[in-house]
């Protein structure tokens, strides 16, 4: 990786735009720390430190602590990632939209009109309710119309232009620009991270436990590291062999391809629904005041991922058993929905490919979906051991930290994509230059 940036330093080309691009990456570190006007931060506070969760984390962590801090950017890229999730769901749904995926670069900008359009509702809708419902409570120094229009502006106008912003990465910076933004803003909590982590396991205490806490932690991120590193590159290639066919009078075809199936088929996502999915009560309960009692508490209580793992309560532990369920489930519903085995075997059989004792057409649509089946079932099981250990020492340890699994697998996959990218740009011009000469 280092020897990758090293050598892409040397093209002024790419220079420039990984220079633009941590121009950006500055313009958002800075937006990160201008409060909006008229806002109680004392009150923003207060609120996040009663409602601890992995969703409240994940939010506080994607935002760089914008949430926390409530700045200009307190929305952050959100809005986008949460519009870019609905609008790729509902190409499944609504034929038109599919024509238009399928529509070559022409189709994908009218989608890509459409997300930032559902973008800046989204942000209307969550500005106004966080400036209307916390409003009342004391989120606002003066509860009143002009207060409430002045923060949902700000909030709306942020996100725009954080939108704004990964979209110009992509043109002119490196690419992944969405993604660049959200990872900058996982990193910048990582210093905050690991010094609670030495104030907790390591400060204060005898030289030799310091040296094992450190020495724990340290492998412990490393491995979860190489387990995302493996979830993302593991990659299932299946044979296909094209039969041969007579054109004028040459003989054309015989080549062997593969179809590559990744085992992590669907990314982060099924992390992101299930914890979303458990929180979403949470958060509605919060906003509208209602601390729950009877059984209703105790069903609050196990959805809370910071009850989790914890010695002294472990029926709250329940939670968990959901959570892993859902991370399953939503690996198998968002694979369904994006890889289509039918299609394939269809696609193949029209341009006479095969795959070696698989007869083509339905018999392969069916092989298709068996291995895919198994492969998604382990990659689900790798993304959950993934997102389950943080939650075990923060319950067992408390060791409190805003970044999790969730995190961690954003890092390395965004990363490890970004140095591809530069990767391939690097070769393209290496091509150039030789077709130049």
Not at 62 to 84: D, H, K, Q, R
Not at 182 to 201: K, V
């Amino acid at each position: 990786m280092l020897k990758t940036l090293k050598n892409a330093f040397k093209v002024k080309e790419i220079r420039k735009k990984i220079l633009y691009t941590l121009a950006m990456l500055v313009v958002i570190r800075i937006g990160s720390q201008l409060p909006v006007p008229g806002v109680n931060r004392d009150y923003v506070r207060e609120w996040f430190s009663m409602h601890v969760g992995e969703a409240m984390g994940f939010a506080d962590a994607i935002t760089g602590g914008s949430f926390l801090n409530m700045s200009v950017f307190a929305l952050n890229i959100t809005p986008y990632i949460t519009s870019s999730i609905i609008i790729q769901l509902l190409t499944i749904a609504i034929p038109k939209l599919e024509e238009m995926q399928k529509d070559g670069e022409d189709g994908r900008k009218k989608l890509a009109s459409i997300t930032r359009y559902v973008t800046i509702a989204l942000a209307l809708i969550e500005s106004v309710a966080m400036a209307v419902g916390f409003g009342r409570s004391g989120l606002l120094e003066q509860y009143n119309a002009l207060n409430v229009i002045s923060v949902v502006s700000t909030l709306v106008a942020g996100s725009a232009f954080l939108m704004w912003i990964g979209e110009r990465i992509t043109e002119h910076g490196v690419g992944n620009g969405i993604s660049i933004v959200l990872i900058i803003n996982i990193i910048s909590r990582l210093p905050q991270d690991f010094h609670s982590l030495y104030e907790q396991f390591v400060k204060g205490k005898s030289i030799a436990v310091g040296v094992v806490s450190s020495l724990i932690i340290l492998a412990i991120v490393i491995g979860m590291i190489v387990l995302v590193i493996l979830l993302n590159d593991g990659v299932r290639r299946i044979p296909v062999q094209y039969a041969k066919k007579i054109q004028g009078r040459k003989m054309v075809g015989g080549q062997a391809s593969s179809i590559p199936l990744k085992i992590n088929t669907a990314g982060v996502i099924p992390i992101i629904f299930a914890s979303s999915l458990m929180q979403f009560p949470i958060i509605i309960c919060s906003f509208f005041g209602y601390r729950g009692t009877g059984i209703w508490g105790e069903i609050l209580k196990g959805l809370n991922t910071g009850n989790w793992c914890n010695p002294g309560q472990l029926r709250y532990s329940i939670g968990l058993i959901l959570y892993v369920v859902l991370v399953i489930f939503f690996a198998y519903f968002y694979t369904s929905i994006t890889f289509n085995p039918l299609e394939i075997a269809n696609n193949m059989k029209k341009q006479g490919g095969f795959i070696p004792g698989i007869r083509p057409g339905r018999p392969t649509s069916d092989y298709l979906t068996k291995i895919l089946n198994y492969i998604i079932f382990i990659g689900a099981c790798g993304l959950t051991l993934v997102a389950v250990v943080p939650f075990f020492f923060n319950g067992v340890f408390h060791a409190s930290v805003s970044f999790g699994g969730t995190s961690l697998i954003i890092i390395v996959s965004v990363v490890l994509e970004t140095i591809k990218q530069i990767e391939s740009q690097m070769l393209v011009r290496n091509y150039k230059g030789f077709l130049n000469d």
